[in-house]
């Protein structure tokens, strides 16, 4: 067990989380009893029973009362709904290890729709991007992603762009999405995916999303087709 002794639930959710994914506890396993959590952390039960609700939120535990807390064997990917990041990152942050596989890198003018989503000229150049995003060799979502050709460099080359958008946007750019405009739909097509088995899947959550920078430009307008059952959206909320 850590020897770290955070006084808040989140602080303590944290902590547990790095001890799951470090292997201490196996997928299956029984979490000490709230009552010794509270002793090793030096808070209340209630303080710890918070800090338990939130990672069943996230999918890593999971409470059967009057048995105890378990170790999800295999969570899935989550998100908070009120989080701005990138999808390899929940991906990561979910203990397992993300993957993109870029299957169209394309700049192209904007046709009349997307220029009015965007609230752009009808003339601005964008660079279309189509990806699969991968957890442990698995496809979990599929996103169309919109970037106003301003956003890069003239001497920008579109093989630049590896895994995630927002890591290339803050490392090569300086660039920092901030906030975003989103809307979430549930969506049962056969024609979202590609690639082995993409046939096969007709269930979807679409986060149809307008993302801005610290200045409050448009960055990037992305349309990520979530898997259902492979990835899910939460929202833990605050008195």
Do not use: C
Request: net charge neutral.
């Amino acid at each position: 067990m850590p020897g770290k002794k955070p006084g808040l639930s989140g602080g303590i959710a944290a902590s547990i989380k790095s001890v799951i994914r470090a292997g201490e506890w196996q997928p299956g396993d029984k979490l000490p009893t709230e009552a010794a959590l509270g002793e090793t952390y030096g808070v209340s039960r209630p303080t710890v029973r918070t800090a338990l609700k939130e990672l069943e939120v996230l999918g890593l535990v999971r409470t059967q009362h009057g048995i105890g807390t378990f170790v999800v064997s295999r969570p899935k990917i989550r998100s908070g709904i009120e989080r701005l990041a990138s999808i390899t990152d929940s991906v990561r942050e979910s203990g397992k290890l993300p993957g993109m596989i870029y299957g169209r890198r394309t700049i192209r003018p904007v046709t009349l729709d997307e220029a009015e989503k965007m609230s752009l000229p009808s003339n601005t150049d964008v660079l279309e991007l189509r990806r699969q995003v991968t957890a442990d060799g698995e496809t979990v979502a599929y996103t169309y992603d919109l970037i106003p050709m301003h956003v890069f460099p003239q001497d920008f080359e579109s093989s630049e762009l590896q895994g995630s958008v927002f890591h290339y946007f803050e490392t090569k750019l300086g660039v920092h999405a901030t906030w975003s405009v989103a809307e979430i739909h549930a969506i049962e097509s056969s024609h979202v995916g590609w690639g082995p088995d993409a046939d096969k899947r007709r269930l979807y959550v679409l986060l149809d999303q307008l993302q801005y920078d610290q200045n409050d430009r448009l960055v990037m307008y992305t349309r990520a087709y979530f898997i259902e059952g492979r990835y899910a959206f939460t929202l833990i909320r605050r008195a």
